[in-house]
């Protein structure tokens, strides 16, 4: 079991700036989950997460309680706030995931659909290390405030080394950093696709805009 007053802090940063609503997560379910460390992106590279310097604070709490009570290793975090997930497999994940719910809630178990670890499961403050990838689990109904919390393993086609990351505070502000270069909200990372030329070529039926490099 993790004591309860561990999860203080993040408690208080999601609720006075709660997390985005994910509308990509179409397949297990759309509501508040947000994903920091290292992401997939797209037809792109993998790399890091924009939350991770939208909101370096968070990321540098959920860091610190990573390095306290988590025993895997792990280069990402989905942080889940009022969010009921649907049935599904992690299809991402490379191994075992460190799982851990927390709030003020009734309900909510997690449930695991098949394999040795079958059956519904309380994960307030007690968390559970299993292969999400391999196994199709959900969460179950419930009221009031339900946060989780998911450290695992990100990798897919796509990755290559990244540089280190951290987090690091600077004049009472905190800042993300991948490498040695400075990440803030209003530049974020370079994107391959910014500054492409557009070009615009025409079909019977309208027009239609296309990219090119």
């Not at 009221?143 to 951290?166: H, M, T």
Request: aromatic letters at 12%.
């Amino acid at each position: 079991m993790i004591p309860a007053q561990a999860f203080d802090e993040i408690i208080t940063e999601l609720r006075r700036q709660p997390l985005q609503v994910n509308n990509y997560r179409d397949k297990a379910g759309k509501g508040r989950s947000q994903t920091f460390g290292v992401v997939g992106k797209r037809s792109l590279p993998s790399d890091y997460s924009r939350q991770n310097w939208l909101r370096p604070y968070l990321f540098h709490q959920l860091l610190d309680f990573g390095e306290k009570y988590v025993d895997i290793s792990f280069n990402a975090i989905t942080v889940n706030q009022g969010y009921k997930a649907s049935p599904h497999r992690d299809k991402n994940n490379v191994g075992v995931s460190f799982l851990v719910a927390f709030g003020s809630y009734t309900g909510g178990e997690l449930r695991i659909h098949e394999g040795d670890l079958s059956g519904n499961h309380c994960v307030r403050f007690n968390p559970i290390i299993t292969d999400f990838s391999k196994v199709l689990h959900s969460v179950g109904d419930f009221e009031g405030e339900r946060y989780s919390l998911v450290y695992y393993w990100f990798q897919n086609s796509k990755s290559v080394p990244l540089p280190p990351c951290s987090v690091r505070q600077e004049d009472g502000k905190w800042f993300f950093y991948r490498g040695e270069e400075k990440i803030t909200k209003d530049k974020g990372l370079p994107h391959p696709l910014r500054n492409r030329v557009k070009k615009v070529i025409k079909i019977e039926k309208g027009e239609i805009e296309v990219k090119f490099p």
